[in-house]
Every structure is written in structure tokens, then in C-alpha cells.
């Protein structure tokens, strides 16, 4: 299995432009979440899906994000409009099960954003 | 690509030594913890876990101990390697679940030959 696959791997975009995440999950794997790291808050949930269907989204900053999963092997977040403060990486990850599973989220390489 | 800032508190020790890595966890409700490990431009990667009846785990050259009583997690990591090189966070939970992970701020190892 090639793991979880993320594009683009780096952005840069100017203040105020739409940027989109996409993320293709392990086959087979039930949950997806999406976090993002930066250096003042480490790595921060943002939201997560099961089955395709987003179950906790506290996690996203504003309204300018949004985070979309239209099937089993593909998802998105999306900030619009993108803000300087929105640079950081942002990482996918998927797993299979949740409760009693052995916590081991799949991690892809993520996509380092910079809102200029 | 770096994954984190430039502050982290590193850990350095020589190729071949033993190294322990430490986390004190905030939430004395939690009751299952995480340790993974994130290499330069890459997304963290599990290690090993444990649950809150146990105080002890081994995987392979690591070995995770929880200290319940003062909320402490530490990872020790045998004969360390080059390849240990990297940036390693704790992840704390409640009720055994992956959708409420909680993650530390993470410790640099650096090995030196």
C-alpha cells in the first residue's frame, strides 16, 4: 500500500486566495482526519470523518476552513480566503476503528502551506 | 521540511547508548497513551502504545513506561541509532479512542556517531 497520499506537498499563496488540501486515505480504512502543526501549537485536530461523514469538525479555527470527504478514498480542506496565519503543515491521516484499536493513526507526509 | 518549531527541548546522545525520553501528561482522566515519532518532512509515525492498567509495555529496542501516580510517560529506546534521529511526541486520550488524541509538544532526539 503506498499510504496516505497528500498534494500539494508545499503551497505558497498570496493573503485573501482559495488554497485546497487533498488527501487520498489508506484503502480500507474507515476514519480520515485532517490536523495541522505549527510551531505555537504543535499538532491540532481539526476535524475527522467515518465512513465519509464528518463527526467532529470543533477543531476547525473559522469558517474560512471547510473539509469535505465525497467518498471513501478522497478528502479535502479547503481555506478560503487563505490569511498569513493559516501557514503551517497540515497532515491527513487515516485509521481503521477507534475504540479497543491500537490508536495507530497512518500519517501522510503533509502539505506545508505559506500565506504570503 | 521542518516539522516543528525551533524550540523544542532536545535530548542528545551518542550512537549506541540508551536514551528516555520523558512526557508529563495533563489530563488525569486519560487512560490511553501514544508515542510517535516524526522525521524531518514527514508525518509522525506510531511507536508503540499503552493502556492505563498497565504501567509497563515492550516493542522492539523501545519500551514505554506510565507513571500513573505523578502523570508521567517516558519512552526508552536501547542501543539508539542514527536512524533514531527525530522529533518524538507523546498522545494522551481518554476512553481508549484515536479521535480525541491529544498531542505533546515533542522532544528532538539527536544522535551523535
Known amino acids: 500500500d503506498a499510504g496516505v497520499i497528500q498534494s500539494p506537498r508545499h503551497e505558497v499563496t498570496e493573503m485573501g486566495q482559495e488554497v485546497t488540501l487533498r488527501c487520498k486515505p489508506i484503502?480500507?480504512?474507515?476514519?480520515l482526519f485532517w490536523y495541522r502543526q505549527t510551531m505555537m501549537r504543535g499538532l491540532e485536530l481539526l476535524i475527522y470523518f467515518n465512513n465519509n461523514v464528518p463527526i467532529d469538525d470543533s477543531g476547525m479555527p473559522e469558517d474560512r476552513f471547510s473539509a469535505k470527504m465525497p467518498n471513501a478514498s478522497f478528502s479535502t480542506l479547503k481555506i478560503q480566503p487563505s490569511e498569513p496565519r493559516d501557514s503551517a503543515v497540515y497532515f491527513c491521516?487515516?485509521?481503521?476503528?477507534?475504540?479497543?484499536?491500537?490508536?495507530?493513526?497512518?500519517f501522510g507526509e503533509g502539505s506545508r502551506l505559506t500565506v504570503l | 521540511g521542518e516539522s516543528v518549531g525551533l524550540h523544542l527541548p532536545t535530548l542528545s546522545v551518542q550512537e549506541g547508548d540508551n536514551s528516555i525520553i520523558n512526557c508529563a501528561y495533563s489530563n488525569s482522566a486519560s487512560d490511553y497513551f501514544i508515542w510517535y515519532k516524526q522525521e524531518s518532512g514527514k508525518g509522525p509515525q506510531f511507536i508503540i502504545d499503552i493502556r492505563s492498567n498497565m504501567d509497563k509495555r515492550q516493542g522492539q529496542r523501545v519500551t514505554v513506561l506510565l507513571n500513573k501516580t505523578v502523570k508521567h510517560l517516558s519512552l526508552q529506546i536501547a542501543a539508539t541509532q542514527p536512524g533514531d534521529s527525530a522529533v518524538y511526541f507523546c498522545a494522551e486520550s481518554r476512553s481508549y479512542n484515536t479521535d480525541k488524541l491529544i498531542f505533546g509538544t515533542g522532544t528532538r532526539l539527536q544522535v551523535f556517531p
Open positions: 484503502s480500507g480504512h474507515d476514519y
Open positions: 491521516a487515516s485509521s481503521f476503528g477507534l475504540a479497543g484499536g491500537t490508536g495507530e493513526l497512518f
